[in-house]
């Protein structure tokens, strides 16, 4: 049996790939898929990929763009998520920031360089017309990290999954200003070149598992209590983001990515834009 590591955030986004595991979907296919939840999300992850840790991981598409154009090895190998991300803007509760245009200049909680976290929050400058050259960040790693350093004072906001966050709105610690969606699909599936050029049957075999059950997902019945049960999540909420949410089973676009690489080149985020071929098969 081979066996294949990979990575992801523990969020809702992911269940897919713990109930196959579960039900022993990929161990019938002859593999042994490790999978590790990486709360500090995509730029940890892409380090992980560079290192050799992880040979898939489900990550943000902005953060995997940008680290591959970097030299990151690895290659996106199809969407996971088609829908955008809607990525909260939050404060502390008992904050004096009330609306997004007081966040102008002052310091966001990110959870380490490169991470999504840190690109969208140029994303929102550029919404907001803000200069992108005035961005202060403080790394927290982790959003307990954020929650420290937002009720401390050390940071003054913080961009995050806004469905996951809503428990820590919900409970008085966080209170939510605005939101800021991706303007592109969120999640893609990346493979280290290595592992896709080395074991290319096995990668389309865990694709072909996790395609049939995210294609079918939706339709599981009462999944919207299991996801609010096991994400400590509202059950409104939950079905709202269901709603919102669409799995995808094909690879990024030419259009798709060129988008992606523009925004980011024109943030300064990537020096270059590499050809489709040099960062999606």
Not at 125 to 137: I, M, R, S
Not at 174 to 200: G, H, K, S, Y
Not at 231 to 252: A, P, V
């Amino acid at each position: 049996m081979k066996t294949i590591k990979i990575v992801g955030v523990p969020e809702h986004f992911n269940l897919p790939w713990q109930m196959c595991i579960e039900n022993g979907e990929f161990e019938d296919a002859g593999i042994n898929l490790e999978w590790t939840d990486i709360p500090e999300g995509t730029g940890k992850m892409c380090q992980m990929l560079r290192d050799g840790e992880a040979d898939i991981a489900v990550i943000l598409t902005e953060g995997i763009v940008k680290d591959i154009i970097a030299g990151n090895p690895s290659t996106i190998v199809q969407v996971y998520v088609k829908s955008p991300l809607i990525w909260g803007i939050h404060v502390a509760a008992n904050s004096n920031y009330k609306t997004l245009s007081d966040l102008k200049a002052t310091k966001a909680a990110i959870s380490r360089f490169g991470s999504g976290s840190h690109l969208m929050s140029f994303v929102n400058a550029q919404n907001q017309g803000w200069n992108t050259n005035d961005l202060q960040f403080e790394i927290v790693n982790t959003i307990d990290g954020a929650v420290d350093a937002l009720t401390n004072g050390n940071a003054d906001y913080f961009m995050w999954e806004r469905f996951m966050t809503k428990p820590l709105v919900d409970n008085g610690t966080f209170r939510r200003v605005a939101d800021c969606p991706t303007p592109w699909p969120c999640f893609v599936i990346a493979v280290r070149n290595e592992v896709l050029e080395n074991q290319q049957h096995i990668i389309k075999q865990i694709l072909d598992v996790i395609n049939a059950t995210t294609e079918e997902f939706k339709l599981i019945p009462s999944i919207d209590r299991t996801l609010a049960s096991k994400y400590n999540q509202k059950l409104e909420d939950i079905q709202e983001w269901l709603s919102l949410t669409q799995w995808s089973q094909k690879q990024i676009d030419k259009a798709t990515l060129e988008k992606v690489k523009s925004q980011l080149f024109s943030l300064n985020i990537i020096e270059k834009k590499l050809p489709f071929e040099m960062i999606a098969k």
